[in-house]
């Protein structure tokens, strides 16, 4: 019997392929973060795949980065899916209880479930996954869990993603290509939030805001129920553009003076007078651009991407109501002034988030960039380990009160 399992996420980006591959011991009650990997992201347009040799040659460059040095091979992982071709929806189920005694069984739950996953599709679209929000008996609503309760009849309400199946499936291919398994496809604004969010934050109210590359995602929770999820198409390589047509240089040259130089109002303070040498970027002796030139081409962005965040509030229920604020993750994070930009925009409070719920010793995967591919990795432990606890472990566990930690455990970072 082995003495570790190993559960691995890879998150592909529309602008890095990020690899996480974590150990799960006996000694250890959650997962311990062993090797980290990241590459350019060619092949990737708005979450779809558009090159599938870049595409593999990207997904195999992270991977190996990650197995060099965690000196672990990875035979299946986790992958994130995103893009505007996928969808959400709320559905309602009903069922009668079948035990004599009408006691709800856990075989009532699944039913009941099922039933509400039942929705018309295109052909080409298939379900991703299937989140139960609440559960009725008899009348009674805003029940989390049934199992065990008296009632004859049983509704279910749920949060359906789905999304388009060819694009689905090639993803899926570039990984298998990779001779990797896909344990499992799950939507990056759901998973980042299980890496980004504590259970008081999701119960009080919150948005979760992840700035990605080629695009954005945001999540709400209320009352500890995913609320609304969606992917907007304004991310930090908008910012890499509107740069190089501004300066007149190529991306790669952009990118660099980006994340050198680039900063919004708000974080800019005095600083916005005066000029920036950019000399040594663009190859032209003295070349000095205006400070102020630079904040407004990212403001214009920024501003942009935020009246987007604004239109999907409205379409939430009791919006603006979260008095957890609006945790960011995603590269774009790093941008120095955008979570003063937000706080102002939004007047909520407004953090950086930190992966939770990891035993780990990389400061690369304390990144927020990170955040779906460790996401990924707290995904997989709770749906592998969690089940195979019900089943008697897939370690030998010596004693009940490990049982209970572990449970008690992965109580934190569930929905």
């Known amino acids: 019997m082995p003495s570790h399992r190993l559960i691995a996420g890879?998150?592909?980006?529309?602008?890095?392929?990020?690899?996480?591959i974590s150990k799960v011991t006996r000694e250890n009650l959650c997962p311990e973060i062993v090797g980290v990997g990241s590459a350019p992201s060619q092949g990737l347009r708005r979450g779809m795949v558009v090159d599938m040799e870049?595409?593999?040659?990207?997904?195999?460059?992270?991977?190996?980065?990650?197995?060099?040095?965690?000196?672990?091979?990875?035979?299946?992982?986790?992958?994130s899916v995103s893009?505007?071709?996928?969808?959400?929806?709320?559905?309602?189920?009903?069922?009668?209880?079948?035990?004599?005694?009408?006691?709800?069984?856990?075989?009532?739950?699944?039913?009941?479930?099922q039933a509400a996953s039942v929705v018309s599709l295109p052909p080409n679209r298939e379900i991703i996954?299937?989140?139960?929000?609440?559960?009725?008996?008899?009348?009674?609503?805003?029940?989390?869990?049934?199992?065990?309760?008296?009632?004859?009849?049983?509704?279910?309400?749920?949060?359906?993603?789905?999304?388009?199946?060819?694009?689905?499936?090639?993803?899926?291919?570039?990984?298998?290509?990779?001779n990797i398994e896909v344990a499992g496809l799950v939507y990056a604004p759901l998973v980042a939030t299980y890496s980004a969010l504590d259970k008081n934050q999701k119960e009080y109210g919150v948005m979760h805001l992840d700035f990605g590359g080629g695009t954005s995602s945001l999540a709400v929770f209320e009352e500890a129920d995913l609320v609304?999820?969606?992917v907007l198409p304004v991310g930090s390589r908008h910012i890499t553009n509107d740069l190089a047509i501004a300066l007149r240089t190529s991306l790669d040259i952009a990118e660099q003076i980006k994340l050198e130089h680039a900063i919004t109002s708000q974080g800019d303070s005095m600083r916005s007078r005066g000029n920036i040498d950019l000399s040594?970027?663009?190859?032209?002796?003295?070349?000095?651009?205006?400070?102020?030139?630079?904040?407004?081409?990212?403001?214009?962005?920024?501003h942009e991407l935020l009246d987007l965040v604004r239109t999907e509030l409205k379409k939430v229920s009791h919006s603006g109501r979260l008095p957890a604020g609006v945790v960011l993750s995603g590269g774009g994070s790093n941008l120095p002034g955008f979570a003063l930009v937000i706080k102002d925009v939004l007047k909520l409070p407004v953090r950086i988030g930190k992966p939770f719920h990891v035993d780990d010793h990389s400061e690369m995967a304390a990144d927020p960039s990170y955040m779906v591919a460790v996401g990924l990795v707290l995904w997989g432990f709770e749906h592998?380990?969690?089940?195979?606890?019900?089943?008697?472990?897939?370690?030998?566990?010596?004693?009940d009160g490990l049982i209970f930690r572990i449970l008690q455990w992965l109580k934190n970072f569930m929905p």
């Open 10 to 20: 890879i998150d592909i980006g529309n602008s890095q392929v990020k690899v996480v």
């Open 54 to 79: 870049e595409t593999l040659r990207s997904i195999r460059t992270a991977t190996g980065q990650a197995q060099e040095a965690s000196s672990e091979r990875i035979k299946r992982a986790y992958l």
């Open 83 to 113: 893009g505007q071709h996928i969808n959400t929806q709320t559905s309602r189920g009903v069922i009668a209880v079948s035990r004599a005694d009408s006691e709800i069984s856990q075989n009532d739950i699944d039913r009941v479930i």
């Open 129 to 178: 996954d299937v989140i139960p929000r609440n559960f009725i008996v008899d009348g009674t609503d805003s029940i989390k869990n049934p199992l065990g309760m008296k009632g004859v009849r049983l509704e279910a309400e749920v949060f359906i993603i789905d999304g388009l199946s060819p694009h689905l499936r090639n993803l899926a291919k570039c990984v298998n290509e990779c």
């Open 228 to 230: 609304y999820a969606t």
């Open 280 to 302: 040594e970027y663009l190859d032209e002796e003295n070349f000095l651009y205006p400070r102020k030139q630079l904040v407004r081409v990212v403001d214009a962005r920024v």
């Open 384 to 399: 592998e380990f969690g089940k195979a606890l019900q089943k008697g472990g897939v370690f030998p566990i010596a004693s």
